[in-house]
């Protein structure tokens, strides 16, 4: 995966969101230096608990907001925030994203029909009239919602969880994008509905050839998805590995804590311990620290950079018990060499 | 239209469902539709006019200050005229006032609340701040020396001075519920799917606040109604034209109140408070679909 180069890439991207009130401001550091890289065709699941910045990462990738620090490299170029309107509609054509909530996705207002058909007509993809009527019933059929042509005249409150969601792939199918990013597309749905969502996701990857960031706050899913996994806590990558190396030896102490919680209870989601609170910017050691079960003194003191595993052509990992004296390469230039 | 395509694909059945999803849960409400119905009497009575007066209403022909009789059901003015057939033609000026000052009010109250919200940053601050400097401005002083100036105002000038003191008030309700609206993921997606600015504000954020939307262009309404009414009984504006407002100052004019020609200023007032009345009980309308806790205490 790393002879071509990556479609998507963050190099050290950072998130702050300052919230400004009368009284007070609060200031939460959502991601710290985060960098990923996606090649083409490939799915990398974003793995973490509720508050580790994994909606963050996919609103950055959608251009929702932008980076506080660091750069996103989508092909080959750098994402500038100062973008004209007509590189940022290139962008939205090639990058489309799914949402986690299938309930607030779709606009009530609007049939299933308009929710497919406006990405159509807002990139020209297909000449009005007829033809796009025709296109959107084929995307619905694409993601299971036979015959389409019943489907479209629909508004969203007709339609039941998973086959809302389904919409939304639709939607994000329709202008045949090179980047999926899925942001917990199945959390909110019936766990029986699940696997068919993954399995649909699967088959798209497959038959479209279409990158995808999956993110998930389980392992065991994003293992059934993804090429690799990242596991995210407190905005912090803490390893990254192909997706069997991660699942067989995780080195990680918080991913081996999620394993041990994703295996004893599958799709509830992580139950390591209690809600995470806001990191106190100012704490210089491991944001995982609190919470470890094997840390040194060290950790509290230092903040372990991301480190490749000798011998281990792509595992990555941000823990001091792996990050010894032979000078490991570190967040910046660190690439896999193979 | 540009966007004809997706017009071809759902507009149709979406403005059906639309019109129905509001109109019809609005005529079930006891509220609503009793004030749609004196709204409608009124309409017609507005329309009708020329058919239903008796005489014109600005003859000075008949016996002046006769009470009620068969040839003049509600008297004559001190001057000689018919007041039934003034009471009918003066429906007119309320109605147009307080619909144009309901229509103008929330025409400017959308633009300025949705695209504040909307865009936010610099925008958004210098918005609000001429918001907020209309809101503490003190409604009827303004419209009062604004018609003081205008002796010979007409229907869409006074709804213009109302408009004046009333926006702000649905600018900052209705910027606040787009600031709501825009943190929701159907806003979020329409961004991703590449939705520009206008249409994000007219299709995806302001359906979906329509009976905000509407209880503002009541409220507005209702607010014209009487304001419009207590300029000309204080002699303001344009006293000659036919008006329920008009009506009443020529009654405090010749007394009377003093004389107990009720005929004279009871219609007009009652008039006056019935229209108020009606589009106040359709707000409660509005207001009883939209807050669930008062529609469960309404059944
Ligand atoms: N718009 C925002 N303003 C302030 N804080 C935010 C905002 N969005 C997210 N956060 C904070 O950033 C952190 C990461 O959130 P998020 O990316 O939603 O996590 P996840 O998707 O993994 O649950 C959380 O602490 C959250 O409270
Ligand atoms: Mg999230």
Known sequence: MSSSPPLIELRNVSKVFVNRSLRQRSVVYALREVSLTIARGEVLALVGESGSGKSTTAQLLARLTHPSGGEIWFDGRAINRQAGARELRQYRRRVQMIFQDPFSSLNAVHTVGYHVGRPLAIHRLVPPGRALAAQVETLLETVGLHPGREFVSKFPHQLSGGQRQRVGIARALAPNPDVLIADEPTSMLDVSLRLDVMNLLLDLRTTRKVSMLYITHDLSGANYMADRIAVMYRGTIMEEAPADVLMKDPVHPYTRLLLDASTADFGNGPSVAGPLGALDPSSPGCPFYPRCPSRMPVCSETRPVSAWIADEAEHRVSCHRYHDAESPKTGRDAQPKV | ?299
């Open chain 2, 1 to 299: 239209m540009i966007d004809a395509p997706s017009a071809s694909v759902s507009s149709r059945p979406r403005r059906v469902g639309q019109w129905l999803l509001v109109v019809r849960p609005l005529l079930r409400n006891a509220k609503a539709r009793t004030g749609v119905a004196i709204f409608l009497f009124f309409g017609l009575v507005a329309l009708l006019a020329p058919i239903l007066s008796p005489y014109n209403p600005h003859l000075t022909i008949f016996a002046p200050g006769a009470s009620p009789s068969a040839a003049h059901w509600l008297g004559t003015t001190q001057s000689g005229q018919d007041i039934l057939s003034q009471m009918i033609w003066g429906t007119r000026q309320p109605l147009e006032i307080a619909l144009g000052a309901g229509l103008l009010t929330t025409l400017i109250a959308v633009g300025i609340g949705i695209s504040a919200g909307l865009f936010g940053g610099v925008y958004d601050e210098i918005l609000m701040l001429i918001t907020n400097i209309f809101l503490i401005l003190p409604g009827l002083v303004v419209v009062i020396v604004i018609s003081s100036y205008l002796s010979s105002a007409n229907n869409l000038m006074i709804s213009l001075v109302i408009t004046v003191t009333s926006w702000p008030w649905g600018a900052r309700v209705l910027r606040a519920q787009t600031l709501n609206l825009k943190s929701k993921d159907f806003v979020k997606a329409a961004i991703v799917a590449g939705e520009m600015r206008f249409r994000l504000a007219f299709f995806e954020v302001l359906p979906n606040m329509t009976s905000l939307v509407a209880s503002n262009f009541f409220f507005t309404c209702l607010y014209a109604v009487v304001t419009a009414a207590s300029l000309q009984f204080l002699g303001l504006g344009n006293i000659n034209t036919v008006s329920w407002g008009s009506i009443l100052y020529w009654a405090n004019n010749s007394q009377a109140l003093m004389i107990g020609a009720w005929w004279w200023f009871v219609p007009p007032g009652l008039a006056i408070g019935l229209l108020g009345a009606a589009f106040a009980l359709i707000n409660f309308g509005i207001d009883e679909l939209t807050n669930p806790r008062l529609r469960r205490e309404a059944k």
